[in-house]
C-alpha cells in the first residue's frame, strides 16, 4: 500500500467548513478503485495546515483516480478551500513485512531457548 500526502492550506476561518467538506466527500476516496482509507489531519503549530493522508493499493490507481468522476467530486467539493495548491507526495513502509517477520522470528527464538533452558533445569542431573 502506498500513501498519498497532501498538504493543504485553507484559509482560517473556513477549517470547519473545509472539515466537513471533506467528511462528505471521504467515502468517495475510499471507494476509489485502489482506495483504501482517508483521513485529514490538522495541524498543531500552523493555523489552517491540513494533511490529507489518503491510502492506495498502487501510485497507478492513484493516478487513474484523477481522471474518474469521484475525483471531480472530491476536486469540486475541496478545491475552493484551498489558498494554495496543495503539494502531494506518496509514501510506502518499506520492508516493514520484513521487520515483522524478524520480529516473530526472534521472539519464537527466545521463547524457544527460555523453553529449552526451563526443561534443562528440571532434568535430574
Same mark, same amino acid.
Given at each position: 500500500m502506498i ?7 485553507v ?5 470547519s467548513?473545509f472539515e ?9 476516496l475510499?471507494?476509489? &478503485?485502489?482506495?483504501? $482509507?482517508a ?6 503549530d $500552523?493555523?489552517?495546515l491540513?494533511l490529507?493522508?489518503?491510502g492506495w493499493?498502487?501510485?497507478e ?7 474518474s468522476?469521484d475525483?471531480q467530486?472530491?476536486v ?6 484551498f489558498?494554495?495548491t ?15 517477520r &524478524?520480529?516473530?522470528?526472534v $521472539?519464537?527464538?527466545g ?7 526451563r526443561q534443562?533445569s528440571k532434568t535430574?542431573?
Amino acid at each position: 500500500m502506498i500513501f498519498e500526502h497532501a498538504h493543504v492550506t485553507v484559509a482560517v476561518d473556513r477549517q470547519s467548513d473545509f472539515e466537513r467538506a471533506f467528511a462528505g466527500v471521504k467515502k468517495h476516496l475510499v471507494a476509489a &478503485n485502489g482506495g483504501k $482509507t482517508a483521513e485529514l489531519v490538522r495541524s498543531v503549530d $500552523t493555523d489552517g495546515l491540513y494533511l490529507m493522508r489518503v491510502g492506495w493499493d498502487s501510485v497507478e490507481q492513484h493516478a487513474e483516480f484523477g481522471s474518474s468522476p469521484d475525483a471531480q467530486i472530491v476536486v469540486d467539493a475541496l478545491a475552493e478551500f484551498f489558498v494554495v495548491t496543495p503539494q502531494v507526495a506518496h509514501f510506502e513502509s518499506p520492508g516493514i513485512a520484513i521487520r515483522v517477520r &524478524n520480529f516473530v522470528q526472534v $521472539t519464537a527464538a527466545g521463547i524457544a531457548s527460555q523453553v529449552r533452558a526451563r526443561q534443562a533445569s528440571k532434568t535430574p542431573a
